[in-house]
């Protein structure tokens, strides 16, 4: 089962604690900790984009 560290956040205080031992904690309770992933871990170089605006195309009907 996944469980999101901002799900457990509405749950209980967890400020200044670091993914892994939160991890280490859990598993101490009794509870398997299988992994910890981090969103975005592993991605570069991605450019976000914004349209503005958009127009018809001249010569086509289903281009814009």
Do not use: C
């Not at 400020?15 to 592993?42: F, H, N, Q, S, W």
Request: hydrophobic residues 40%; glycine residues 10%.
């Amino acid at each position: 089962m996944f469980v999101s560290y901002k799900w457990l956040e509405d749950y209980v205080d967890l400020k200044g604690m670091d993914p892994a031992v939160l991890a280490e904690k859990i598993t101490r309770a009794g509870i398997e900790v299988e992994g910890i992933e981090y969103k975005g871990e592993g991605i570069k170089g991605v450019v976000i984009g914004h349209v503005l605006e958009r127009e018809q195309h001249p010569n086509a009907d289903k281009l814009n």
